[in-house]
């Protein structure tokens, strides 16, 4: 009998026809909603190996009903959603796709820091909505990228790739990391600071950190508050790394100049969340990684993963 694999989104047949020769794969019925947590359980009951996405919440609750499985592919490099620990206890693998998605996700991180530095989409819904009657010389007047300084939290593959982007931009570049990066610092002259000293001295602050229980709420009211008042924050992580009360009273008291948002606390995000009622606020629904190519890469990466495992052969990325 071949093997079981259970995706939880509805994707496109020609990613995932590999698996389709070596396993009987059952695929959820909608591309954008989410398996409602029953329905989740019960395709965990069944499978050896699960391909899921980060909408999905993997407890240790659907790891222990699952008695066959071997393996769990998430479709992103975080793997929040997943519960490792419950996994490894299981001796369930458990593997992300990093490395594709770097440069795509490092390049969003930069439109973001683009938009809220020059007003591009409140410049935008000006000129479709007639507001553009005229010239001043404050019109829309924004920030200057070049020349500044920008803090990157959360050094890895994803933060050094928006730093090296700086550099373009001839951007003095800071970074916090749990582990400093020695390599980095010598080769892009990028300078390491402690979290209170990136969040005073940087023009932009972009956040790459993982959510971790160290990282929830890592940036707070007090944090903010160390901001320059013409302080841009970027968060292309996760939404839980950000107080996001304290970000919306911010950004109202001009505490800070802007935010860039393609994360939330809560996705899709309300339509009533108090951020999306802001002019200085850009939103973006989660698309740090939507490129077609890199999105084509990230499927075949869990395309390779779960024929690995099933096959008995090296799996390439498994989360450690
Ligand atoms: C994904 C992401 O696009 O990789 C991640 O961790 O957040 C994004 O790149 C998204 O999670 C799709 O699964």
Same mark, same amino acid.
């Given at each position: 009998m071949k093997p079981l694999v259970w995706i939880t989104r509805q994707l496109p047949e020609e990613s995932i026809s590999p698996l389709r020769e070596i396993a009987e794969v059952k695929m959820w019925s909608s591309a954008d909603q989410p398996m409602p947590a029953?329905?989740?359980k019960q395709a965990a009951g069944e499978a050896d190996a699960m391909w899921v996405m980060i909408s999905d919440q993997i407890t240790r609750e659907?790891?222990?009903?699952?008695? !066959?499985?071997? %393996?769990?592919?998430?479709?992103?490099?975080?793997?929040? /959603?997943?519960? &490792?620990?419950?996994?490894?206890?299981? +001796?369930?693998?458990?593997?992300?796709t990093p490395d594709v998605l770097t440069g795509t996700t490092a390049d969003l991180a930069f439109a973001l820091m683009l938009a809220t530095a020059r007003r591009?989409?409140?410049?935008?819904?000006?000129?479709?909505?007639?507001?553009?009657?005229?010239?001043?010389?404050?019109?829309?007047?924004?920030?200057?990228?070049?020349?500044?300084?920008?803090?990157?939290?959360?050094?890895g593959r994803i933060g050094e790739a928006v730093a090296r982007r700086?550099?373009?931009?001839?951007?003095?570049?800071?970074?916090?990391?749990?582990?400093?990066?020695?390599?980095?610092?010598?080769?892009?002259?990028?300078?390491y600071a402690e979290l209170d000293t990136l969040l005073k001295e940087s023009d932009f602050v972009v956040l790459l950190t993982p959510l971790t229980p160290e990282? !929830?709420?890592? %940036?707070?009211?007090?944090?903010?508050?160390?901001?320059? /008042?013409?302080? &841009?924050?970027?968060?292309?992580?996760? +939404?839980?790394?950000?107080?996001?009360?304290?970000?919306?009273?911010?950004?109202?008291?001009?505490?800070?100049?802007?935010?860039?948002?393609?994360?939330?606390?809560?996705?899709?995000?309300?339509?009533?969340?108090?951020?999306?009622?802001?002019?200085?606020?850009?939103?973006?629904?989660?698309?740090?990684?939507?490129?077609?190519r890199t999105r084509n890469n990230m499927m075949a990466k869990n395309t390779e993963s779960i024929a690995a495992c099933l096959q008995g052969k090296e799996i390439k990325n498994p989360v450690k």
């Open positions: 029953e329905e989740l659907v790891i222990e009903v699952a008695p !066959k499985l071997k %393996i769990i592919a998430n479709l992103a490099v975080g793997y929040n /959603n997943i519960d &490792i620990k419950a996994a490894k206890e299981k +001796g369930v693998i458990v593997t992300n591009i989409p409140e410049a935008e819904r000006e000129v479709r909505n007639g507001k553009w009657t005229g010239w001043s010389v404050n019109q829309l007047t924004g920030m200057d990228i070049h020349g500044a300084t920008l803090g990157v939290v959360g050094m700086g550099m373009g931009f001839d951007m003095r570049i800071l970074y916090h990391n749990r582990t400093r990066k020695p390599e980095a610092e010598e080769k892009y002259g990028f300078e990282t !929830k709420g890592l %940036i707070g009211k007090s944090e903010i508050a160390l901001m320059k /008042n013409s302080a &841009i924050l970027i968060n292309v992580a996760r +939404g839980g790394v950000v107080d996001e009360q304290a970000l919306y009273e911010a950004l109202l008291n001009k505490e800070i100049w802007a935010a860039g948002l393609d994360v939330f606390e809560t996705e899709p995000v309300p339509t009533d969340h108090p951020l999306l009622t802001l002019p200085n606020v850009v939103v973006l629904p989660h698309i740090g990684s939507a490129s077609i």
